[in-house]
């Protein structure tokens, strides 16, 4: 018998209780650890044949460790015990990792430098050299994919050129469309900036433009159909009003517009009360609209499509002799459609949201949003069919290897194991992974939606507002969006794989063991944050307060 505790018959042996041990497991008891250390792994004898020695060391790769209940490092020890060779060491361990992928990190890191170790970081390697590569490609096909078919470039220079005439414009007094604070400087900007640019009669040589070159922006962009005005009004009973309030006026106007305060009666001009009716966002087509406050406008209000003709300009002085918009206006927004022929064949929607607040202050925001319609007619849409294509196939193989993964870890000989289904979503990796390949999943269902989507044939002749259009870009937005958020996912699964590298697996290891303390780190720095802009807040409030006083 050896210090081991080993005892030695022929070619069986005998696991004994080791004095030495006991000894060790007396102290460590006094210092509060309970981890099993009192009982020992006992090995019955077998006989002396070659057959009953294969099956010693066959049996208890199928029945021992890891045991349930048992830390990783107890169970990394009953291994070394009961396996002499590295080879039948790592061959466990292999299959303990194959058995649970998401604790490989913890079990490198608790195995010994050795022999054993750098056989289980080979196989491990070999294991995840699969899932490495699906991943690297599967990334590159899906930025090739996104970013050929966006066309960064192309988008720019459309919105460019939509936002120079009608936004960043100036007047004869230099204020832009992002300088209007009133309703004097909005009907300013409609009869100065819009009326002109959407009815140029004449061009840059002073030759009289046809009928057809002046539904043109900036002579390459062509405006399609009707320019839309939108607005949404709150009832003047909307808000409550005190005692003394009262003995004032009886009319209020809530600063906020819901359900509750909006206003869907009628209006108009003395002579003609009625002409402005209220629509439902089912009646009118439009998309949500989202204001310089952040707030989300749906696509309900009061309606006027104004045909781009030679009255374009006589009916947008109709709306403001018409006191079109008033104190229960909440938000006035200007839609507008463009297509270019040269961008390949590419759309975009313009949004001039005004928002109004009970002080009198107008708040102007914009948005464009740009977007192709035809999807495959060059030879670069086609190559980028083929690459979509087989991003699709990568997308199913990243999928089925999941699901292996998965299975693995909820099966154990066979049985569902309830307590490795919750460990599963305990581990970020995993819920990164799934997070990612839903998203992707999204993404593919986005793209198939807005190919499928009917209302491309409209006509560049149509006189009248298409609101199909503007849902094509809500789409089209929303898609790129989700886009964008699957390649910052990619990007972060991407640090799972730094394991592979010696290097990078110790300061992964590092991170790993710090998580709790990076937590901790991540929520004081959020307060410290929340602080200072909190106090910022206060800062310029005190300070536009004493200057109000200071002020003679």
Request: proline share 4%.
């Amino acid at each position: 018998m050896d210090r081991s505790g080993i005892f030695k018959i022929g070619q069986g042996t005998i696991r004994l209780n080791n004095p030495f041990d006991t000894f060790r497991r007396r102290n460590k008891k006094k210092d509060g650890d309970e981890a099993n250390q009192n009982n020992p792994i006992e090995i019955p004898m077998v006989e002396h044949s070659n057959q009953s020695q294969q099956q010693q060391q066959q049996k208890p790769i199928e029945e021992k460790p890891p045991i349930s209940g048992y830390t990783v490092e107890q169970n990394i020890k009953l291994i070394f015990d009961l396996y002499q060779t590295p080879e039948d060491r790592s061959q466990r361990i292999v299959r303990w990792i194959n058995s649970v992928p998401s604790t490989d990190v913890e079990i490198l890191q608790a195995l010994p430098k050795g022999p054993t170790r750098d056989a289980v970081v080979v196989a491990v390697r070999r294991r995840d050299f699969l899932g490495v590569l699906l991943h690297a490609i599967t990334v590159l096909f899906f930025l090739a994919s996104v970013t050929l078919q966006h066309s960064v470039t192309n988008g720019f220079m459309m919105s460019q050129a939509i936002e120079s005439a009608l936004v960043t414009s100036q007047d004869a007094n230099g204020n832009t469309f992002m300088d209007i604070d009133s309703w004097e400087d909005l009907a300013n900007y409609l009869q100065v900036t819009l009326v002109p640019t959407f009815s140029k009669n004449v061009s840059y040589s002073g030759a009289p433009f046809d009928e057809e070159q002046s539904k043109y922006l900036n002579y390459d962009n062509r405006i399609v159909g009707a320019v839309r005005f939108r607005q949404q009004r709150v009832t003047d009973h909307s808000c409550k009003l005190s005692t003394q309030a009262k003995t004032i006026t009886n009319v209020c106007y809530s600063s906020i517009y819901d359900s509750e305060t909006k206003d869907t009666s009628p209006f108009g001009p003395p002579d003609d009360p009625t002409r402005y009716v209220y629509q439902s966002h089912t009646d009118t087509g439009n998309s949500n609209a989202v204001g310089y406050s952040g707030k989300v406008y749906k696509g309900g209000g009061y309606i006027t499509d104004i045909p781009l003709d030679s009255n374009f300009s006589s009916a947008v002085n109709t709306l403001i002799q018409d006191e079109w918009w008033g104190r229960g206006t909440r938000v006035i927004i200007i839609t507008a459609n463009f297509f270019n022929v040269e961008l390949d064949n590419r759309a975009a929607v313009l949004n001039l949201v005004l928002e109004m607040n009970p002080a009198g202050v107008v708040q102007p925001w914009y948005q464009i949003k740009t977007y192709r319609l035809d999807l495959y007619f060059t030879k670069l849409d086609f190559i980028r069919f083929a690459l979509e294509i087989i991003f699709l196939i990568l997308y199913i193989a990243e999928v089925f290897l999941w699901l292996y993964q998965f299975r693995l870890e909820l099966y154990s000989k066979g049985k569902f194991v309830f307590k490795a289904f919750l460990t599963h979503w305990y581990d970020p990796w995993s819920v990164v992974t799934l997070f990612y390949l839903g998203l992707l999943t999204t993404v593919i269902i986005m793209y198939l939606y807005f190919y499928s989507l009917e209302g491309k044939d409209f006509s560049l002749n149509s006189t009248s507002y298409i609101p199909e259009l503007e849902r094509f870009s809500s789409v089209a937005l929303d898609y790129f969006n989700v886009a964008a958020v699957t390649i910052l996912v990619c990007a972060l699964r991407t640090f799972k794989f730094l394991t592979h590298n010696n290097k990078l697996f110790v300061m992964w290891a590092v991170l790993h063991k710090a998580r709790v303390d990076l937590i901790g780190l991540a929520i004081t720095f959020f307060v410290l944050m929340l602080g200072f802009m909190i106090s910022d807040i206060l800062f310029v409030l005190i300070l536009s307060l004493l200057f109000y006083f200071l002020s003679p």
